[in-house]
């Protein structure tokens, strides 16, 4: 049997869900940026394994092969490659390599774009590969609102759709560099709206932020990606769903240990927090990780890097979708959480600052 209150301990979650039935799984996994090139030290002076993240990959692949009950998707948040490859002129053999393992799950894998996709290749040539999944997109048909179906409407280059895998659960994969220097040719309107978006420090922030997380390899969300999302999520709240989203960059000061955090996180967080269905926000590019709990009951989990994972480790999970709360099952560097859902009164606004050189916390 469920359990039927989300206000019971987390001990009474982990003794009721060992004993029930999860809906459903699915797999999630962030940064393998693999290149065929020897380990060494990034700019961030963190060791890189760059030949050993395509065998973490084929680990994780077979851990969810093995499932008794097969994942039903895999989440793959980004940096599939490694930027590097460019300089190698390795971008496409790197990449085939990779989807060649992928092609051995027994479970699709939807794909999020990350900085490290763009400084292989660009958007148009990205819209041609198996890193585009917005075929597996839904459509709500019974919306009249055009932008609320599927991925992002005609006329807007974004990359986002969302999908329902199992009644009451829908998932929104974003565009974190909707909003971003890279990936765009030097005509492109959004990219002169990027360039002038950094050049002006974004001093429009009204919560007091600093602006050390206005870096050339974050991105943001542009006005018509905020009003697509805006409208899925009504539409999810008018269907009692609930939703979780995956983006490459975290959104909130606190789930991250470095500069890695969404130029417009406000933005973004003002659009989810005024929904009661979103329940929790996945995302890569901080390779250490981090989890924040915030006010609103959204859980903001940003996964470990495979890239930084040496020999005999991993980075990548299993979450197990359930009536009141999800459990995620980590594998090497990613830690076991227990996700109730938020309480649907718990709603006010977070007071927060971006504190890029602070450790990631917990809230509650």
Not at 36 to 63: F, P
Not at 296 to 324: K, L
Not at 330 to 338: A, I, P
Request: with cysteine; charged share 25%.
């Amino acid at each position: 049997m469920a359990c039927k209150r989300i206000g019971e301990t987390r001990q009474d979650m982990a003794s009721c869900y060992q004993n029930q039935e999860p809906y459903f799984s699915f797999g999630v996994i962030a940064d393998i940026q693999y290149a065929d090139r020897d380990d060494g030290l990034s700019g961030w002076r963190t060791m890189r394994y760059y030949r050993q993240s395509c065998l973490h990959l084929r680990s994780a692949i077979e851990q969810w092969n093995a499932e008794v009950t097969l994942p039903k998707f895999v989440l793959q948040l980004g940096d599939i490659i490694d930027g590097s490859n460019n300089r190698l002129f390795t971008s496409q053999k790197s990449l085939d390599a990779v989807l060649n393992e992928i092609k051995n799950a027994n479970m699709p894998f939807h794909h999020i774009w990350g900085n490290h996709e763009f400084y292989n290749f660009n958007r148009d040539y990205l819209r041609d590969t198996k890193l585009n999944t917005t075929w597996m997109q839904d459509k709500l048909q019974d919306s009249e609102n055009e932008a609320s179906h599927g991925g992002s409407p005609d006329g807007y280059d974004y990359y986002a759709y969302h999908f329902s895998p199992c009644t009451k659960f829908r998932f929104i994969l974003i565009d974190t560099y909707d909003l971003s220097v890279l990936g765009r040719s030097k005509d492109c309107p959004v990219l002169q709206e990027s360039v002038a978006f950094l050049d002006g420090g974004y001093l429009t922030n009204s919560n007091g932020s600093d602006e050390r997380h206005l870096q050339e390899f974050n991105g943001g969300m542009g006005r018509e990606q905020l009003a697509w999302l805006d409208n899925v999520l009504t539409y999810s709240d008018q269907n009692n769903e609930r939703v979780i989203i995956a983006g490459h960059i975290p959104i909130h000061p606190a789930a991250k240990r470095s500069y890695c955090l969404a130029w417009n996180y406000d933005d973004i967080l003002k659009v989810i927090r005024s929904h009661e269905c979103v329940v929790c926000y996945l995302a890569g590019h901080d390779h250490s990780g981090g989890y924040y709990l915030d006010s609103h009951g959204i859980h903001h989990i940003t996964m470990e890097g495979v890239i930084e994972s040496p020999p005999g480790t991993n980075a990548f999970g299993t979450v197990y979708v359930y009536e009141d709360f999800m459990v995620l099952r980590g594998s090497g560097r990613v830690k076991e959480r227990l996700l109730p859902y938020r309480r649907h009164t718990q709603k006010r606004d977070d007071c927060f600052k971006c504190s890029c050189s602070s450790t990631t916390g917990e809230e509650g």
